[in-house]
């Protein structure tokens, strides 16, 4: 019986051989720049505007991504590239935060699990440090951001970050990293992910004991409600760690949220909604969302039964066409990929700035789940 890969085959490498023939250009002329989203058709500069910006990671690992699909220089060139520019970064030690596992360990880590470049995986170790010093050992959670009244916040996006300490840990031969790790995964089972798998954005926790003291809505629509991409984050991070620890829960909870996501963008064909909980109009989207999921979700597919696997990795092909067809941009002269990003449910005129555009890791992710669909097995995270 064909599987359903096989099924896809011919649209899986159409649209691989669409990414790589614009993001070949991409890669050369942005090759300076660490982008978050476009300005005009061009990709903006965040090693010019904010070093220590979270997203700053996903350019250089999106060229490790592309180079592990076509071996092509060009790719290699521009990962190395932002792999200089991000040194910048680590002199900024009191404006960085949890969000070290997504800027390095998608560029040097991924860079040293390619090369064995040394001074990469220094780097890697570096920041998995810093990462593993925020845990609040009485509060039980990893620390998200700074400034004294976040002092208690951990968020779902940092099940991301988990695995620079997963890796740490393998690398040094050296079990506190995962064990950190671990700990905060089963604090984000107990206080980020909802029995019928959605989630809340924040938790702002007790400093000195184990304790919720609120639950804050963050990026999403409100306290009850559920924040799409920060279901994504939950499905594929819960998944990761599963893979780096083979703990069953995890890969329980993964399932869980990826069943809700799946259920939740059934009613709008594929395309996900900024948050499953928000009043029907007016509609915002999240092309982000969707592609991390679908990411997500394709592990999830390597560790259940046959028959689930095919029917998890229909599902995410679905967002990934439903995406294609109607997020992608393939205009060469233009440098996003994914459009119709959106940063948060917008409550107010400003947010709105942030509604229906490129983001870089929107890319980032629709190139990572096709690589996945192409067979290559190396998982960046
Ligand atoms: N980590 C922040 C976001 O997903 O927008």
Same mark, same amino acid.
């Given at each position: 019986?064909?599987?359903?890969?096989?099924?896809?085959?011919?649209?899986?490498?159409?649209?691989?051989?669409?990414?790589?023939?614009?993001?070949?250009?991409?890669?050369?002329?942005?090759?300076?720049?660490?982008?978050?989203?476009?300005?005009?058709?061009?990709?903006?500069?965040?090693?010019?505007?904010?070093?220590?910006?979270?997203?700053?990671?996903?350019?250089?690992?999106?060229?490790?991504?592309?180079?592990?699909?076509?071996?092509?220089?060009?790719?290699?060139?521009?990962?190395?590239?932002?792999?200089?520019?991000?040194?910048?970064?680590?002199?900024?030690?009191?404006?960085?935060?949890?969000?070290?596992?997504?800027?390095?360990?998608?560029?040097?880590?991924?860079?040293?699990?390619?090369?064995?470049?040394?001074?990469?995986?220094?780097?890697?170790?570096?920041?998995?440090?810093?990462?593993?010093?925020?845990?609040?050992?009485?509060?039980?959670?990893?620390?998200?951001?700074?400034?004294?009244?976040?002092?208690?916040?951990?968020?779902?996006?940092?099940?991301?970050?988990?695995?620079?300490?997963?890796?740490?840990?393998?690398?040094?031969?050296?079990?506190?990293?995962?064990?950190?790790?671990?700990?905060?995964?089963?604090?984000?089972?107990?206080?980020?992910?909802?029995?019928?798998?959605?989630?809340?954005?924040?938790?702002?926790?007790?400093?000195?004991?184990?304790?919720?003291?609120?639950?804050?809505?963050?990026?999403?629509?409100?306290?009850?409600?559920?924040?799409?991409?920060? +279901?994504?984050? &939950?499905?594929?991070? *819960?998944?990761?760690?599963?893979? !780096?620890?083979? #703990? @069953?829960? $995890? +890969?329980?909870? &993964?399932?869980?949220? *990826?069943?809700?996501?799946?259920? !939740?963008?059934? #009613? @709008?064909? $594929? +395309?996900?909604?900024?948050?499953?909980? *928000?009043?029907?109009?007016?509609?915002?989207?999240?092309? @982000?969302?969707?592609?991390?999921?679908?990411?997500?979700?394709?592990?999830?597919?390597?560790?259940?039964?046959?028959?689930?696997?095919?029917?998890?990795?229909?599902?995410?092909?679905?967002?990934?066409?439903?995406?294609?067809?109607?997020?992608?941009?393939?205009?060469?002269?233009?440098?996003?990929?994914?459009?119709?990003?959106?940063?948060?449910?917008?409550?107010?005129?400003?947010?709105?700035?942030?509604?229906?555009?490129?983001?870089?890791?929107?890319?980032?992710?629709?190139?990572?789940?096709?690589?996945?669909?192409?067979?290559?097995?190396?998982?960046?995270?």
């Amino acid at each position: 019986m064909e599987n359903v890969i096989f099924q896809n085959k011919e649209w899986i490498d159409a649209t691989w051989e669409r990414v790589d023939k614009k993001l070949r250009k991409v890669a050369v002329r942005s090759r300076d720049k660490l982008p978050y989203t476009t300005i005009d058709g061009n990709h903006d500069n965040k090693a010019e505007t904010n070093i220590t910006w979270w997203t700053n990671g996903f350019w250089g690992g999106m060229m490790w991504l592309m180079y592990q699909g076509t071996r092509n220089e060009e790719y290699r060139k521009t990962a190395r590239r932002s792999e200089e520019i991000l040194d910048e970064a680590f002199k900024k030690y009191k404006n960085l935060h949890h969000d070290v596992g997504f800027m390095w360990h998608l560029v040097s880590g991924a860079n040293y699990r390619i090369t064995g470049n040394q001074e990469s995986c220094v780097r890697n170790l570096y920041a998995a440090s810093l990462l593993f010093s925020r845990y609040n050992i009485d509060g039980d959670y990893i620390r998200a951001w700074n400034g004294e009244e976040q002092a208690g916040y951990s968020i779902i996006d940092c099940l991301m970050n988990l695995p620079l300490l997963y890796w740490a840990s393998d690398e040094i031969g050296d079990d506190r990293f995962r064990k950190i790790a671990m700990r905060h995964m089963d604090m984000a089972m107990r206080d980020h992910i909802r029995p019928d798998g959605s989630i809340n954005h924040i938790v702002d926790h007790e400093l000195d004991k184990v304790g919720v003291k609120q639950v804050i809505a963050g990026q999403g629509y409100g306290t009850d409600s559920c924040w799409s991409r920060g +279901l994504a984050w &939950a499905v594929y991070g *819960a998944v990761i760690s599963y893979i !780096h620890t083979g #703990k @069953t829960e $995890y +890969l329980e909870t &993964a399932k869980k949220s *990826a069943d809700y996501f799946i259920g !939740h963008c059934k #009613k @709008t064909d $594929y +395309l996900p909604l900024v948050d499953f909980g *928000a009043p029907e109009a007016p509609v915002y989207y999240d092309s @982000t969302a969707g592609v991390c999921a679908a990411c997500g979700i394709l592990e999830i597919a390597k560790y259940v039964s046959e028959e689930e696997g095919e029917e998890y990795t229909r599902e995410a092909i679905r967002l990934l066409k439903a995406c294609d067809e109607h997020f992608c941009n393939y205009d060469d002269k233009q440098d996003a990929l994914v459009m119709m990003g959106t940063e948060r449910y917008p409550h107010n005129e400003k947010a709105m700035k942030g509604v229906h555009i490129p983001i870089i890791y929107g890319d980032f992710f629709f190139v990572e789940a096709l690589l996945k669909l192409k067979g290559n097995d190396f998982l960046i995270w």
